[in-house]
């Protein structure tokens, strides 16, 4: 068995998939367009794109020692069940044994803000840091959390859920659904705010000096 791991992120926009070793090299990846509500990704849609990505890195399943899988949301290690709006909507989904059923490997599951601290930890900007915040800005927002060098995950994973922190006491219709935070500045927030396709053209635009996408 090699020491290749599949990494899934489950993004509100698209999962992406990627073949990584243990020095953090990508063997190989892949992206596949996920969409709230819909079954665009399927668990079933999930397992042929994670084979596509394994194969793609020239291995089989056999030489796969785990598979990663971090989720937007709330995760509940006690459960298995994660709650991810954006995702699929208000219904908690058994993710953990929906994921064993169909994966031929051993199968780890977190938070998405959690993942992306351990990787600043490992490979990233925070390396040898024991105390770190990072921020994730995509469809939605959180914060991954590290103190004294542990995860941070609070009551059922809910902490580092900042998409919810009220920044205007004027109600909107859509904090109900996404919270004040996450509907004023996540990434369709940005897009919309300078009439973009999306927030990845609005940090092309920004790095390009465009004064408005800066701004």
């Known amino acids: 068995m090699s020491d290749a791991v599949l990494a899934i992120d489950l993004g509100g926009t698209k999962a992406a998939f990627a073949v990584v070793d243990s020095e953090g090299a990508v063997l190989a990846h892949a992206k596949r367009p996920s969409h709230e509500g819909r079954a665009a990704l399927s668990f079933d849609a999930l397992l042929e794109t994670a084979s596509d990505t394994v194969r793609g890195a020239g291995l089989a399943w ?17 459960t298995g069940r994660a709650w991810a709006p954006n995702l699929w909507g208000r219904d908690e989904v058994p993710l953990l044994g929906e994921l064993r059923a169909r994966l ?8 998405d803000r959690s993942g992306c ?7 990233g900007a925070a390396r040898d840091a024991t105390d770190v915040v990072f921020l994730a800005v995509g469809t939605g927002i959180g914060a991954g959390i590290l103190s004294h060098g542990r995860l941070v995950r609070g009551h059922r994973g809910i902490a580092g859920a900042v998409g919810w922190f009220a920044l205007d006491p004027r109600w909107r219709e859509g904090y109900g659904r996404l919270g004040s935070f996450e509907t004023e500045a996540a990434g369709p927030a940005l897009a919309r705010r300078l009439g973009a396709a999306s927030a990845e053209s609005v940090v ?7 004064p408005a996408a800066r701004q």
């Open 62 to 78: 056999v030489d796969v020692r785990a598979a990663g899988v971090v989720v937007p949301g709330i995760y509940s290690p006690a």
């Open 104 to 111: 031929p490997v051993r199968v780890a599951i977190d938070s």
């Open 117 to 123: 601290v351990l990787g600043e930890t490992w490979l």
């Open 204 to 210: 092309e635009a920004a790095r390009r000096g465009d």
